[in-house]
Every structure is written in structure tokens, then in C-alpha cells.
């Protein structure tokens, strides 16, 4: 709040600057953010999706080439953007001009939308089918009034802490899964 009163004193719009290098976030912050985008449902449920639609091989063989390709873009941004110190609106300020500025928040904005929606129907199917006198209206909205209050406030900060905890418990799963799903299919 103090640099909010300060640049509002001086007449700055800190929206137009570099974020200072004291004010960005830190390397667990930041590695526990990267971490909860990885263990998206979405990505388990689309690559078992298109393996159904595209056999085994062709998804792994997708999915290699798109972490290849999104980590040789990725790499080439987060470079960029560490050594400027530009955010996100910034950088797109300077690629596509102040009208397209807004293409970040549009991308933002709707990538948010697709995940809540997406994520929290997954959950709700799983607890209709875990409880099925629970209908599947009822248990969306169980997934929204729990959903909901955890990106609030400081919230975020307790819950990059418990990713941070679960993480070695996802990885361990999932591996247990891939070795699962292996062993029985082949």
C-alpha cells in the first residue's frame, strides 16, 4: 500500500515501470507457482484424451515437441524478462503497442476462466462419482464455495506453502500411476 500512496504522490504510475528488483518474487515463490501449473488436472486428463483419440505414441510424441518447443520460447522470455525487469503488461506494451496491451489481460483472463471452469468440473464429477447421492449441480458449487476463498488474500501465500509440502507427494503418485498404467497395459 505504501508504494501505491507514495507513486500517487509523486505522480508515477508504477504500471509503466520495471518491477524493482526488491518487489518481484522469489525463487521458492516463484518455483512453487511453476509447480502448481505442472501438476494442472488438465494436462493428466487432456494427454489421456488424446492418447485414447491418438494412441499412446502420437500423444507422447505431441507432448515432447510442445515441452520442447514452449521451454525454447519460455527460456528466450524469462531471460528477457529477468533482465529488464518487465511484467507481463509491460512486455506486452512493447511488443504489440498500447492497444495491444490488452492481449496479455484478454489471455490471462480467458486461460483463467478455461482452468477454474475446467479444473473445478473435474473435481465435481470426481465427487459425484465418490458421492453419488451428491448431484453433479450441488457438488459444482460445494467446488466453488471452496475454490473460491482460496485465491483471496493471503491464502495464496499459505497455499504455495502446502504445494510446496504436497509437491513430493503429486510426483510420487504420479509416478506410481505412469509404473501402473506401464505395468498393466504394457
Request: charged share 5%; glycine share 8%; hydrophobic share 55%.
Amino acid at each position: 500500500m505504501a508504494a501505491l500512496s507514495q507513486s500517487s504522490q509523486t505522480g508515477q504510475d508504477p504500471a509503466h515501470h520495471p518491477v524493482p528488483t526488491e518487489a518481484r518474487m522469489g525463487r521458492l515463490s516463484l518455483t512453487m507457482a511453476w509447480w502448481a501449473v505442472c501438476s494442472a488436472m488438465f494436462y493428466i486428463v487432456v494427454g489421456a484424451s488424446l492418447a485414447l483419440s491418438f494412441g499412446a505414441r502420437n500423444a507422447l510424441i505431441g507432448m515432447v515437441l510442445s515441452v520442447i518447443s514452449y521451454g525454447l520460447v519460455n527460456s528466450v522470455l524469462s531471460r528477457f524478462a529477468i533482465r529488464s525487469g518487465l511484467s507481463v503488461a509491460l512486455f506486452s506494451r512493447l511488443l504489440f503497442g498500447s492497444t495491444g496491451a490488452c492481449l496479455a489481460t484478454l489471455i490471462f483472463f480467458s486461460t483463467a476462466i478455461y482452468y477454474a471452469v475446467f479444473e473445478g468440473s473435474v473435481i465435481a464429477v470426481a465427487l459425484n462419482h465418490l458421492y453419488p447421492e451428491l448431484v453433479y449441480p450441488l457438488a459444482a458449487l460445494v467446488v466453488v464455495l471452496y475454490s473460491v476463498p482460496m485465491i483471496l488474500g493471503s491464502v495464496q501465500h499459505w497455499l504455495d506453502k502446502l504445494n510446496g509440502v504436497l509437491l513430493p507427494v503429486y510426483l510420487g503418485g504420479l509416478l506410481v500411476a505412469v509404473g501402473l498404467s506401464i505395468s498393466r497395459y504394457g
